[in-house]
């Protein structure tokens, strides 16, 4: 039995063409259900539908063999027990440091705003930048306008959230795509069938 753990929204929505050209389908029955577990063509694999940031933690577990997951989700999670084994390509976007103006990040102590709390702690220590760093879980945007913080730490993709928001996007910490992660474990006792299903995906991207 393989377990694939994925998350509703855009990396379901992008993934299911990948699993499909490898041989992997699942029914618009299952997927318009309200179904946590869903069943797939071959009996020894389901799919799990997770929040994003979960998937990684039930791919450390190893309550799923396999996981699609962002690279943001991962850079936060931290990697323990599994295998970052194929760049998707898919749901692609940047994490990026954006404020009002250039100038709101002339602060001694910057307070920054976001839910990438390691990715923007690491980025700014790399900076030699003293920051106070908000927890937030979403509406990121929110904070600069409201004086919650100075700027936000956040994704970027078109750049029409941040431009509805009046916030330009400064400075560049990460190129994001998704990645096929693999528990480890399960990559030894199931790495056949993995690595099966691993090239299959891989020689059609
Ligand atoms: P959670 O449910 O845990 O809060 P989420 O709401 O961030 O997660 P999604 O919005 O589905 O989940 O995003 C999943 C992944 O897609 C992100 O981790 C990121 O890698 C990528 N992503 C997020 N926003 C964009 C975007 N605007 N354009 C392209 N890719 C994006
Ligand atoms: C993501 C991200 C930004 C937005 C950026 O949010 O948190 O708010 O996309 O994309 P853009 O540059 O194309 O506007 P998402 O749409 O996933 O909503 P969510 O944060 O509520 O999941």
Not at 1 to 20: D, F
Not at 113 to 138: D, P
Request: with cysteine; net charge neutral; glycine share 6%.
């Amino acid at each position: 039995m393989l377990t694939i753990a994925l998350s509703k929204g855009r990396i379901l929505e992008q993934t299911l063409p990948l699993l499909k050209k490898a041989g992997l389908n699942i029914s618009s029955e299952e997927l318009g259900s309200r179904k946590l577990v869903l069943n797939t063509n071959l009996d020894d694999v389901k799919v799990i539908i997770l929040r994003a940031s979960d998937v990684p933690v039930f791919v450390q577990h190893g309550t799923a063999d396999i996981g699609v997951s962002g690279k943001d989700v991962l850079l936060e999670h931290g990697g323990l027990g599994l295998f970052e084994l194929l760049d998707l390509k898919i749901a692609k976007c940047r994490l990026m440091v954006a404020a009002r103006d250039e100038s709101d990040l002339n602060q001694s102590t910057l307070k920054i705003a976001t839910k990438y709390i390691n990715s923007t702690k690491h980025y700014f220590q790399s900076k030699g930048r003293q920051v106070e760093v908000i927890k937030l879980s979403g509406a990121m945007e929110l904070a600069p306008i409201v004086g919650l913080a100075n700027c936000i730490v956040d994704l970027v993709d078109t750049g029409n959230t941040l431009k509805a928001n009046g916030l330009t996007a400064l400075d560049h910490i990460y190129d994001i795509s998704s990645r096929l992660i693999v528990n480890s474990a399960s990559f030894n006792t199931k790495h056949n069938e993995i690595n099966r299903w691993i090239a299959r995906i891989e020689e059609n991207l």
